[in-house]
């Protein structure tokens, strides 16, 4: 794991370990790196890392602000949010995903 880490460290790559005993938490990031195997990792990428980085931002900005999820009763996670604070959805702005492709 040593290797590994100090690979990241290298290229400024942050790591975030989950807690020993963690089930919970578990749960939640296996669930997600299914819905990014599902729709992100199987189309094609760009060969350079920018050119990933920039795909995908704007996949997270579509999963966080566009793409319905079942969990949140067909809402995307920032409308969910909004209308849990009873505000309106932000627009705009430095996004942690987005995605240039119409998704079903």
Same mark, same amino acid.
């Given at each position: 794991?040593?290797?590994?880490?100090?690979?990241?460290?290298?290229?400024?790559i942050?790591? =975030?370990?989950?807690?020993?005993?963690?089930?919970?938490?578990?749960?939640?990031?296996?669930?997600?790196?299914?819905? =990014?195997?599902?729709? =992100?990792?199987?189309?094609?990428?760009?060969?350079?890392?920018?050119?990933?980085?920039? $795909?995908?931002?704007?996949?997270?900005?579509?999963?966080?602000?566009?793409?319905?999820?079942?969990?949140?009763?067909?809402l995307?996670?920032?409308?969910?949010?909004?209308?849990?604070?009873? $505000?309106?959805?932000?627009?705009?702005?430095?996004?942690?995903?987005?995605?240039?492709?119409?998704?079903?």
């Amino acid at each position: 794991m040593a290797e590994f880490e100090e690979a990241c460290q290298m290229h400024n790559i942050k790591l =975030f370990v989950l807690p020993p005993k963690s089930p919970k938490l578990n749960g939640h990031v296996e669930r997600m790196q299914r819905t =990014f195997r599902d729709e =992100f990792y199987t189309r094609p990428l760009p060969a350079r890392i920018a050119g990933i980085q920039t $795909e995908l931002n704007e996949y997270l900005d579509y999963y966080n602000r566009r793409r319905p999820h079942r969990a949140l009763n067909g809402l995307a996670p920032l409308e969910y949010l909004a209308m849990m604070q009873e $505000e309106s959805v932000p627009q705009g702005g430095e996004s942690q995903m987005y995605w240039p492709i119409t998704f079903p």
